[in-house]
Antibody
Framework: EVQLVESGGDLVQPGGSLRLSCAAS????????MHWVRQAPGKGLEYVSG????????YYANSVKGRFTISRDNSKKTLYLQMGSLKPEDMAVYYC????????????WGQGTMVTVSS | QSALTQPASVSGSPGQSITISCTGT?????????VSWYQQHPGKAPKLMIY???NRPSGVPDRFSGSKSGNTASLTISGLQAEDEADYYC??????????FGGGTKLTVL
């Protein structure tokens, strides 16, 4: 079964850091670009970041550029999002998603992991 | 990277057709045929319904169709069914090689 499972969401204070992980299974992880998308409580979807299949290209929304770093370990079939200088507005469910092919739609999504930023 | 513009809500009766619009700019919707649509039920992850403006992934009913004209893309659902009630989001590839989403449209099946 093709599956993505996120983990690492937690309660963190403003200014703090957190690393999210997304474990892939059921497909050749190293062949696909991957992305992070977030959704604040009661709000819409917001693009966060993306990475090419070999990790050589990375992309960020302006709202997280310079604070978040996306990476991947193809040997572990895992995608990461290192989040720093967290702000209350970063509080959201974070989804990882597989890109069908470049640069089209996101065809497989995880169940999401909740990041809460609060003192 | 301003969000694409969608109506906040639409509604229709079972069996009817509805259309959801998604308006962007020449830097996203108008500049590329890489518009996708997602369905999201409450508490669930989004599901890809349309990619590259008008293509359906396998398993998506042909009641769902997409189109684009200029800077505006559209999702049409014909033969509305109760299970179609959900939030719908459009998304487009952008000039900066990122993606932008619309604000979302809540579909109510009356």
């Amino acid at each position: 079964e093709v599956q993505l499972v996120e983990s690492g969401g937690d309660l963190v204070q403003p200014g703090g850091s957190l690393r999210l992980s997304c474990a892939a299974s059921g497909f050749t992880f190293s062949s696909y670009a991957m992305h992070w998308v977030r959704q604040a409580p009661g709000k819409g979807l917001e693009y966060v970041s993306g990475i090419g299949s070999d990790g050589g290209s990375t992309y960020y929304a302006n709202s997280v550029k310079g604070r978040f770093t996306i990476s991947r370990d193809n040997s572990k079939k895992t995608l990461y999002l290192q989040m720093g200088s967290l702000k209350p507005e970063d509080m959201a469910v974070y989804y990882c998603a597989r890109l069908l092919w470049w640069p089209t739609g996101l065809d497989i999504w995880g169940q999401g992991t909740m990041v809460t930023v609060s003192s | 990277q301003s969000a694409l513009t969608q109506p906040a809500s639409v509604s229709g009766s079972p069996g009817q057709s509805i259309t959801i619009s998604c308006t962007g700019t020449s830097s996203d919707v108008g500049g590329y045929d890489y518009v996708s649509w997602y369905q999201q039920h409450p508490g669930k992850a989004p599901k890809l319904m349309i990619y590259e403006v008008s293509n359906r992934p396998s398993g998506v009913p042909d009641r769902f169709s997409g189109s684009k004209s200029g800077n505006t893309a559209s999702l049409t659902i014909s033969g509305l069914q109760a299970e179609d009630e959900a939030d719908y989001y459009c998304s487009s590839y952008t000039d900066s090689s990122t993606r932008v989403f619309g604000g979302g449209t809540k579909l109510t099946v009356l």
